[in-house]
């Protein structure tokens, strides 16, 4: 059985950090990209960022130099690091793990992040 599950999140105030973990579980950590995506009321999901196995990533322009996404592949885990926060960063964030190749794809339960002062 595939699991995300995710830590971090929270109230947090304007330009202010916060840093979000998914530790995956039941795949192949190394075969899979993982992902940040984001969903705030009234708007679609939208890529954050994502990082290949090899390391390589990508960032939505709305976090690039703000946000860092990392993962460790001897703990199963991708972290994303986000400072100088913004009101409009306030969303539900979701963990992703994806396979292209099998067409596989999975969510982890959202976590909260509200940028308030």
């Known amino acids: 059985q595939v699991q995300l599950v995710k830590s971090g999140g929270g109230l947090v105030q304007p330009g202010g950090s916060l840093r979000l973990s998914c530790v995956a579980s039941g795949i192949r950590f190394s075969l899979y990209s993982m992902g940040w995506y984001r969903q705030a009321p009234g708007k679609q999901r939208e890529l954050v960022a994502s990082?290949?196995?090899?390391?390589?990533?990508n960032y939505a322009d709305f976090v690039k130099g703000r946000f860092t996404i990392s993962r460790d592949s001897r703990k199963n885990t991708v972290y994303l690091q986000m400072n100088s926060l913004k009101t409009e960063d306030t969303a539900v964030y979701y963990c992703?793990?994806?396979?292209?190749?099998?067409?596989?794809?999975?969510w982890g339960q959202g976590t909260q992040v509200t940028v308030s002062s």
């Open positions: 992703n793990a994806e396979n292209e190749y099998i067409s596989a794809s999975y």
């Open positions: 990082i290949r196995s090899g390391d390589g990533s």
